[in-house]
């Protein structure tokens, strides 16, 4: 008989975690231990390892278990398990954040399954040296802004490192306030993971940069490298009251990264308009695209 015995998800976990996923064809920003570090309370994540992977789902929404991918070398053993365990304890089954590049296998496996484009959620990628140099006519308005922080401000980019920790905290702190973090469930669950992944920057192998403006910190961005060549950005933030501080925090950073490094996931928009407004102005070069799955 399968025993299932789902725990909390810790910092000393991260271990096995990368074990796992570095066994798995999911490329999708979700799959990443700092990534599940960070949200681990607003999705009340638990997990349990299988014999081939890691099953990790949320406990967010009653009478409903939703599940993201299983992380390791055999999904479809990871997807049997997770729906032996939605019967056993009676409730429904979803699989969030399912990447296109595995949908055929699961529809082949599985004859009654609902498929769901989930178009807020696709990861936006996008070329380092794009993104590092915005050149060409299509990057002329970007290039203004950037140009014009540039021009405008006495300012200096450094690589995040504990010496400046206590001064992204303070923007961190500065920038939750004036978005009223304490009114808002996910801002407020992002400022509380982001304060835990930067206590343990070291420990979570992030890399970053800030800028640094009058002794201030007015925008950083945090990171890790997912493989050989890719890294994805989990958080970037900068104060609009400086004009062009978002387009030079990330030229500023993408320009410092390892020749090795070709490609930057910037994540989702989440399907705030504006915010993929923003995200195209960046002009990616592809989408990692993800489906909901309902299995019956």
């Not at 969030?96 to 990861?123: G, T």
């Not at 490192?161 to 306030?177: A, H, T």
Request: with cysteine.
């Amino acid at each position: 008989m399968d025993n299932f015995n789902f725990k909390e998800v810790e910092l000393q976990d991260k271990e096995i975690f990368d074990k796992y996923i570095e066994k798995s064809n999911l490329l999708i920003s979700e799959c990443n231990f700092t990534n599940i570090f960070l949200w681990k309370n607003y999705y009340n994540f638990k997990w349990m390892l299988c014999e081939h992977c890691i099953l990790l789902i949320s406990r967010k929404l009653e009478g409903k278990i939703v599940a993201f991918p299983p992380i390791g070398e055999n999904i479809l053993e990871g997807i049997h398990k997770l729906k032996k365990y939605a019967s056993i304890i009676g409730e429904s089954l979803e699989i969030i954040r399912f990447p296109k590049n595995l949908v055929q296998k699961i529809k082949e496996e599985f004859s009654s399954i609902e498929l769901i484009e989930d178009r807020a959620n696709w990861d936006y990628i996008h070329a380092t040296e794009d993104l590092a140099t915005f050149s060409g006519n299509k990057f002329q308005n970007v290039r203004k802004k950037l140009n014009k922080f540039k021009m405008r401000y006495n300012w200096n980019y450094y690589p995040l490192s504990d010496k400046y920790i206590e001064q992204v905290l303070k923007m961190q702190e500065d920038w939750c306030f004036k978005h009223a973090c304490d009114d808002n469930e996910s801002l407020n669950n992002e400022n509380n993971g982001i304060k835990r992944i930067l206590k343990h920057f070291n420990e979570l192998n992030l890399i970053g940069g800030c800028i640094c403006i009058a002794d201030s910190i007015v925008a950083y961005t945090i990171a890790e490298e997912i493989s050989k060549d890719t890294i994805v950005c989990h958080i970037e933030k900068a104060n609009p009251e400086f004009i062009g501080s978002y387009q030079a925090i990330c030229q500023l950073f993408s320009e410092t990264l390892p020749k090795n490094i070709l490609y930057i996931n910037r994540e989702q928009d989440l399907g705030i308009l504006s915010l993929r407004k923003s995200k195209m102005h960046y002009y990616p070069i592809q989408f990692l695209e993800k489906f909901i799955i309902r299995i019956n």
